[in-house]
């Protein structure tokens, strides 16, 4: 154990120890907080410059009220679900059979493509930019959610095939060849054998997934225009230009937007951790 | 077993030698064609949609093209315009200060992580508390940030007290990137932090008592036996704070766009701006930054890719 437990420490320190974590805890998440705050303030606090006194009003309800009355984070929220629940099937389901296919197989070509998979998976964005466009447009799908999908799947694919490559090379081999010898077919190990035991990096890769597909903001402002497909991302950043000063209802729309992948981080930690350090504690 | 079944027994269809001669066909290339037929559709949409844009993007580097009009083939001219433009240089300027500055996320999360790596009640919590900027969308923290910032907002009353009154760092066109970087190494600050905490849970116990023993302690105990077990997990900090800190289109995107008059520009969002915005749509201008910015990220994908090879290589 490392650094030594605080238990075989001095009392002094011990206890010091107790009072410095919530204390640093509440400087980390000062800006959280100020939010939070900030979204339950009346437009009187703000004006007055009230920032960090108690809230003379609790106004964190009529705020959310008003957010979806006067704007249309509701249509947003909704776009930001079709976007990203599609890009979670699809991208997993795919990287199910590219991993499969590059962990469970030899053949010359293998290591090349994961290779490829994984050199794609840290491109900068830009360089696909102005292509990936042009081909949505192409095929008249710019401005919608499927053509936003279809670019997150393909992306997508490059890191969850080297998820799940790692993660099936890690299952024993000897499973598959026992099903070959009884005579099941590669599909049936793959349906049967395969799917089942990648359960837990199915459930990882999903939520991270998740969260990175609900955070994106680059391609929704490259690929989406109208307010009809947008996601929530480009959507606050629209109202951002707007409400300079309403902070409130800016503050209450932000909080709406992160609740989604927040959720889902508590839900599933476990496995939003293990997706996200992979690779951290071996070689 | 199969070929105990009563199977063998039954009567056989007339049909069963066809099928038979067909089914010894795929048996004996099963094995040979399976891999492909699982690989055919994440390949062919990262191909389409990944790896053939990079080599369309740097063709379109060559050309003069407002993405509508026929587009005029210029050679390099792109290129040699970037040599003499200022903004660019900004931006590459601005892409190091983020670079150097992000790395600071690497040692800060080690830091928080040892500080954290105890086990007393409602620790569990605590950490998963300080991960918490790292779920939120870069948009939202941008917005928090820019509130944050305002005069007129949080810490107003702060600056009024050192004198400071009305200062804004985000139109001060000599510290708003730092500004913006204080922004985004927040998040990145809690990947490093995870990383490490997963690292720190798997040490190896052993290494770390016969060292005690033999007397290290503090600071050699770290350095000579924690942070060479801590090497996976540095390695992957390293990483994705570098990706990170070359991926910041959405902060600055959010928090100034480029300005005031520039002076916050990477990379990342010039292109975006040349390209897309209403200064106008350069393709053939916006791409060649966009090949720049690839070049200077594929050596480090090479890096990363070598790495990997090497350990593929030992693994079989």
């Known amino acids: 154990m490392f650094p030594i437990p605080i238990q075989k420490r001095p009392l002094i320190n011990r206890i010091s120890y107790k009072i410095l974590v919530p204390v640093s805890l509440f400087v980390w998440l000062i800006p959280l907080i100020g939010i939070m705050l900030t979204s339950i303030r009346g437009l009187g606090d703000i004006t007055a410059g009230n920032y960090w006194g108690i809230p003379s009003e609790f106004l964190l309800f009529s705020n959310i009220k008003d957010v979806f009355q006067n704007t249309p984070m509701l249509s947003y929220i909704i776009n930001s679900f079709k976007i990203t629940i599609p890009t979670v099937i699809g991208a997993v389901a795919i990287s199910c059979m590219t991993g499969f296919a590059l962990a469970s197989y030899k053949f010359k070509a293998n290591l090349f493509i994961f290779f490829t998979f994984i050199a794609g998976n840290f491109v900068p964005f830009q360089i696909l930019m102005i292509p990936v466009r042009d081909l949505t447009f192409q095929m008249g799908l710019y401005d919608t959610v499927t053509g936003l999908v279809l670019f997150h799947v393909a992306f997508q694919t490059g890191f969850c095939t080297l998820f799940m490559r790692n993660f099936i090379k890690a299952l024993p081999n000897e499973l598959f060849e026992a099903a070959r010898i009884d005579g099941t077919s590669e599909f ?96 | 077993m199969g070929w105990f079944s009563t199977t063998p027994f039954l009567n056989v ?32 949409l990262f191909l389409v949609y990944v790896i053939w844009p990079i080599f369309n993007s740097l063709y379109i580097s060559l050309l003069q093209w407002d993405g509508l009009s026929p587009a005029i083939y210029v050679g390099l001219s792109n290129y040699i315009e970037l040599l003499d433009d200022e903004y660019f240089y900004i931006s590459l300027m601005n892409n190091l200060k983020w ?28 950490k998963s508390l300080f991960f918490f900027p790292f779920v939120i969308s870069q948009v939202v923290i941008g917005i928090i940030f820019s509130w944050f910032y305002n005069p007129r907002g949080v810490i107003g009353p702060f600056l009024d007290k050192l004198g400071l009154s009305n200062y804004a760092i985000l139109a001060d066109e000599n510290f ?25 849970n798997n040490l190896n116990t052993d290494q770390i008592e016969a ?106």
């Open chain 2, 211 to 316: 060292g005690r023993m033999d007397g290290a302690k503090g600071l050699s105990l770290f350095k000579n036996i924690i942070l060479p077990q801590l090497k996976p997990a540095t390695f992957l900090a390293i990483v994705v704070t570098v990706i990170g800190s070359l991926r910041s289109f959405d902060m600055v995107a959010i928090m100034t766009q480029g300005g005031p008059y520039g002076s916050t520009n990477v990379l990342a969002y010039y292109m975006f701006e040349t390209a897309l915005s209403e200064y106008g749509y350069r393709m053939g201008y916006g791409s060649a930054i966009a090949a720049v910015l690839f070049t200077i990220m594929m050596f480090y994908i090479l890096f990363f890719i070598y790495r990997m090879y090497q350990s593929e290589k030992k693994g079989l």
């Open chain 2, 99 to 126: 670079l150097i500055l992000f790395m600071l996320a690497v040692p800060i999360g080690l830091g928080l992580a040892i500080f954290l790596n105890q086990t007393i009640f409602g620790i569990r919590l605590i």
């Open chain 2, 176 to 200: 708003a990137t730092y500004g913006i970087i204080f922004a985004g190494i927040y998040p990145q600050i809690a990947y490093c932090m995870i990383l490490y905490l997963t690292g720190l």
């Open chain 2, 13 to 44: 269809p007339d049909s069963t030698q066809i099928t038979y001669r067909k089914s010894s066909w795929w048996k004996l290339n099963q094995q040979r064609l399976t891999p492909w037929i699982f690989l055919f559709p994440g390949l062919l």
């Open chain 1, 188 to 283: 049936n190990i793959f349906l049967k054998i395969v799917v089942p035991l990648t359960r837990p990096a199915i459930a990882a890769l999903s939520v991270l997934i998740f969260t990175f597909i609900w955070n994106d903001f680059f391609w929704a402002t490259v690929l989406i225009q109208g307010q009809h497909a947008m996601p929530i991302t480009a959507g606050l950043k629209s109202l951002n230009g707007q409400w300079v000063t309403v902070y409130h209802l800016l503050s209450a729309g932000s909080i709406i937007a992160a609740v989604p992948p927040v959720i889902m981080f508590f839900l599933m930690q476990k496995h939003f951790i293990a997706g996200l350090t992979l690779g951290a504690s071996k070689g």
